[in-house]
């Protein structure tokens, strides 16, 4: 089989979660090459995403590893048959495969869970917005660059029109009230988050202030795969963002968001409270 030229986020996960229902059979690579009738290398190859996997291969193997899960085995056998290319695939080459990745996990997430500190979430940014953060200064890029990651950022916004889909933010009144550019601009932009807010599959609260005891510093989005164990996490960075899969990272980061949500306020409350801040700018 020909080995791929681009491989995807969800291409290597598949593959990386292959290899641990393998190691959790307690099988290695040999044993269980010989005890599937697959040649060791082409094993290799599956579950390091270079080659494709069939659905049918996909539930092959998790019986020979005595796999009980039969939703983890199901959802492994849909993301095996994934064909379509999405429209992020234009952007692989021309921009951080962070980035393309982000755009794919998305598309396919069941639901975001998503914590910004000092930044307006990507997904409710409004074009302006945008554009200031993509200015002429900005890390020296060319300006078909910048122009290149603003448009991205705002095609990123499409997944809030799916259906079935849930939307929490926590954003903390530190990024409200950070100016990325004019009054008039942050004033349409919390304008702009009130409207968001009022999607039936979104759920944003904010953290004032005034909190006491508040600990979490970091940006955090949690995408949902379609059972808990295909859970995403990405931890944010300037340049790039770092992508966590691991079980102990993905418990750890979902009780960090349920520990964020007890700090901040009501929906209600949360709105009123950037209604107010609105008047502020």
């Known amino acids: 089989m020909v080995a791929r030229a681009v491989i ?32 060791e290398g082409k094993l290799s190859n599956v579950e390091s995403a270079r080659v494709g996997v069939s ?32 429209w992020w695939e234009e952007y692989r080459g021309r921009l951080p495969r962070t ?25 409710l940014q409004t074009e302006e917005h945008v554009q200031a953060l993509y200015g002429e200064t900005f890390w020296g890029m060319a300006e078909e660059q910048r122009a290149t990651r603003a448009l991205f950022r705002l095609r990123r916004q499409e997944v809030l029109d799916q ?62 795969g379609p059972v808990p164990a295909l859970d995403t996490v990405l931890l944010d960075a300037a340049h790039a963002g770092t992508f966590l899969d691991a079980e102990a990272q993905l418990d750890r980061y979902r009780r960090s968001f349920v520990e964020v949500q007890k700090s901040a306020l009501g929906v209600v409350e949360s709105r009123d409270f950037i209604h107010r801040l609105t008047k502020d700018q």
């Open 163 to 224: 259906d079935d889909f849930v939307y929490e933010v926590v954003i903390h009144e530190a990024a409200l009230r950070i100016r990325r550019a004019g009054r008039g601009v942050a004033r349409r932009q919390l304008r702009h988050i009130l409207e968001q807010a009022e999607r039936p599959q979104v759920d944003l609260r904010v953290v004032p202030f005034d909190v006491d005891g508040f600990k979490v510093l970091y940006a955090t989005l949690l995408l949902g």
């Open 99 to 123: 980035f393309v990745d982000l755009a794919e996990l998305e598309h396919h997430a069941s639901y975001l869970r998503s914590f910004e500190m000092v930044s307006i979430p990507g997904l």
């Open 8 to 39: 995807t986020v969800r291409q290597e996960r598949l593959g990386t979660e292959l290899r641990k229902l393998r190691e959790r059979s307690g099988l290695g690579l040999r044993e269980a090459a010989r005890a599937t009738g697959i040649n």
């Open 55 to 86: 659905a049918e291969r996909v539930r092959f193997l998790a019986s020979h590893y005595g796999v009980g899960d039969s939703p983890l085995v199901d959802a492994l056998a849909v993301i095996a048959t994934e064909r379509v290319r999405g």
